[in-house]
């Protein structure tokens, strides 16, 4: 009998198993749950949204809630800047657009093919959207660096990434600076780069003065340099200071009333790595040398600074040495 009900139990708990985790991992997802960082839209002009990503890295705790996404309502429907790192967390931001509009999804903007902006594109293509991006996201699309990161991706954040996570096209590559028009609402869309990347976008929205800047701009944290052109980057950040905007919203930290003020850690920051290791390179002083010799006091109390600070300055060294050939 003993041995009947400890089997019956094993057997319910094997059933029930996979039920009891489905049902963990919807609950979890709902805001405000403990371990799962909240997500709360804010709006920053009439029918203007956007939801902010925390200061960290990626990881299967935060569901990879690192960058940021925006969302406008027009009479048309709605359109999404950018998608945020990972399918649940795109659901996430669907049902915060729920609870202001039930209007339809148009489409969804990409600011650059970076994961943390892209990994949840398919929820807003299954829910009707089309995807606009630049043209040259189709560089990262077929490049091993974006299949490498999405297999590691697949371990590091599961369940929130897994087999089934993709990695979307554009429906609509646009080439030059091109205007939306959804429902009587502008988007202009600019390309920048190649800067942060070679497929930057940034949307000015003229009606409400919105700009999203996308990772041109950081804030609150030591910007993701990578295989950035800074030079350009740098030039493109001018460009951006030329628009009359009332709200910037970059695509990590907090949106800004004060666009030129709070793009200065991402000028300033870039221009610094330029200099100090462009020095170093010109004189043909080894990279370790260099980088122990920069007084890095002013950016070191910057979130993220202990985990990207130090490839962000390998990497503009080697730029600089080509740069300088
Ligand atoms: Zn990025």
Known sequence: MKRRLSTLICSAVLVLAPLLMTHAAVSQAQEGSAGVPAMQAKQVAPNVYYVEGLSELGSSANQNFISNAGFVITPAGVVVIDALGSPELARRLIAQIRKVTPKPLNTV???HYHADHVYGLQVFKEAGARIV???ASGEYLNSDTARLRLD?????LFPWVDENTKLLPPDEPIKGAKKLVVGGVDFELIPVGPSHTPDDLV???PQSKVLFAGDLVFRNR???VGQADSRQWIESLNTL???PAKVMVPGHGPASTKPNQDMSLTRDYLVYLRQTMGKGAAELVPFEEVYKNTDWSRFNKVP???YANRMNAYNTYLLME???Q
């Open 241 to 243: 200071l030329k628009f």
């Open 152 to 156: 590691a991706s697949r371990q590091e």
């Open 222 to 224: 030591i910007p993701f």
């Open 133 to 135: 991006a630049h043209e």
């Open 203 to 205: 949307v000015w929205l």
């Open 322 to 324: 080509r740069e300088g």
């Open 304 to 306: 993220m600074f202990q």
């Open 109 to 111: 903007i990409v600011t």
